[in-house]
């Protein structure tokens, strides 16, 4: 965005220039371009802050896939709260087997500064699953409620990540 700006407004500048002035004028706005990029983190500068038509198509493809799995949660929670382990641990090689996959598909089809923490929450949903089947294996309700709640938080805030128009 910044770098637009500064390549609109250079061009305005140039085309109403003479050459001898060229260089120094070119001088100072690499200058220029060369601090903000050191001071305001050039990897950003240059990252896509929109999605495209079909960004948005593929995501209409992938996001409901997770978030028809988000809604079955609470099913879970029934269990947990019956010490059910046995349909614990079910659900979690069952119904949510694909939702790593899943996860996956649509962090990597996120804008470049939301794919790279959706896929650190991704991880944190499936580290959680694996700590709330282990905590049913041992009997555990205390363990199992907290890794719920973790698990619930993770993936709420990782579909915080996804744009709305597609979930
Ligand atoms: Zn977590």
Redesign the pocket.
């Known amino acids: 965005m910044l770098l637009q700006v500064y390549a609109e407004c250079t061009m305005n500048i140039f085309s109403k220039m003479k050459w001898p002035r060229l260089r120094s004028v070119l001088g100072l706005v690499l200058a220029v371009v060369a601090t903000c990029l050191v001071g305001c983190g050039g990897a950003q500068v240059t990252q896509p802050t929109t999605y495209s038509a079909e960004q948005i198509a593929q995501l209409e493809i992938f996001a409901p896939r997770v978030t028809e799995l988000r809604d079955r949660f609470p099913e879970l929670e029934d269990y947990i709260q019956s010490k059910d382990w046995v349909n614990i641990s079910s659900f979690i090689h069952g119904p949510m087997g694909e939702l790593r996959v899943g996860l996956d598909r649509v962090a990597v089809r996120l804008l470049p500064q939301d794919a790279e923490q959706a896929q650190y929450?991704a991880d944190?949903?499936g580290?959680?699953l694996e700590k709330l089947d282990a905590a049913a294996a041992d009997y555990n309700q205390i363990a199992a409620g907290r890794e719920y709640r973790?698990?619930l938080?993770?993936f709420d805030t990782f579909i915080g990540l996804i744009p709305d128009e597609t979930t």
């Open positions: 929450y944190e949903i580290a959680h973790e698990v938080d993770d």
